[in-house]
Structures are given as structure tokens and as C-alpha cells.
């Protein structure tokens, strides 16, 4: 998992929160807590899977395009996160003579293949708008 993925819900569950659903790139930016080049790269991946449209100039930002009710976290998580779970570095040696070494690697993938179906399953569950009510219904720290 990775941070846009954390990025992009907070995102969204922010311009559902906004009375017109609508903010700059630097006021997603200051309430995510990152710079306003993250959140453009962020949203530009949003943009393309129809979550959200953007509005050019003065006045300007990311509209919610989609309905909240019906962005689930599995279709962010394939926008932005897919494939993840999976180190880009594995142990062992296909070519060592040791069944561990040399088999450890496939093992682990079917592994974290398995872990990516169960987590996306899991994430098809969860929309923006029941995010945005249990954020709500949470006790302020302030």
C-alpha cells in the first residue's frame, strides 16, 4: 500500500465534505497535510478514472464528478495503488540448489497476489460517503 492511495481518499472524502464540492489543489493540499504538486499528480489519476473534473483559472480546482455513494476505495485503490502489496525486492535465488532459496520468491507472490483479492474485495465495501459519516460521527481532538 502507499501513500497516494491514503492521499487520494482523503481527497475525495474532503471535496464531499465541501458545501460545493469543489477546492484548489493548495486547499486539498494544506487539509491532506502535502505539497500542492502531489496532490495535482494525485488528482490527474482521479481525473482520468471520471472521480473528479477540473475547472482551469481563477476560481479553479477539482469538482467531485462522481456520486460519493458510489466511489468505493477498490476502484481508488486500483486508480492509484494496484499492485502495491507486492516488494519490487524478493529473497532468495532460483538458482541456488536450496528448495527455500530458490522457491521462496513464487511462494511469496501467490502470497501477496491472494492479500491484493482479499484487500480489494474488502475495499469494494467502503465508499467516500460512508468515510466522510464516520468521520463525522468521530470525537474532534480539537
Known amino acids: 500500500m502507499n501513500s497516494e492511495f491514503t492521499i487520494a481518499v482523503h481527497s475525495l472524502v474532503y471535496l464531499f465534505y465541501l458545501p460545493d464540492h469543489m477546492a484548489s489543489s493548495e486547499s ?18 482521479l481525473r482520468k478514472k471520471g472521480f473528479v473534473r477540473t475547472k482551469e483559472g481563477i476560481g479553479g480546482g477539482y469538482f467531485l464528478q462522481a456520486h460519493p455513494d458510489e466511489i468505493t476505495l477498490a476502484q481508488i485503490y486500483r486508480s492509484v495503488s494496484c499492485g502495491t502489496i507486492k516488494p519490487s525486492w ?53
Not at 31 to 44: D, G, Q
Not at 114 to 140: D, G, R
Request: charged letters at 25%.
Open 28 to 45: 486539498i493540499a494544506k487539509n491532506v497535510s502535502t505539497n500542492p504538486a502531489r496532490i495535482r499528480k494525485i488528482m490527474s489519476s
Open 90 to 142: 524478493s529473497t532468495g535465488d532460483p538458482a541456488e540448489a536450496c528448495p527455500v532459496s530458490s522457491n521462496i520468491q513464487i511462494v511469496m507472490d501467490t502470497v501477496f497476489d491472494e492479500a491484493e483479492i482479499h484487500l480489494e474485495k474488502y475495499l469494494s465495501n467502503v465508499t467516500i460517503s460512508s468515510l466522510l459519516q464516520k468521520v463525522k460521527e468521530s470525537p474532534s481532538k480539537v
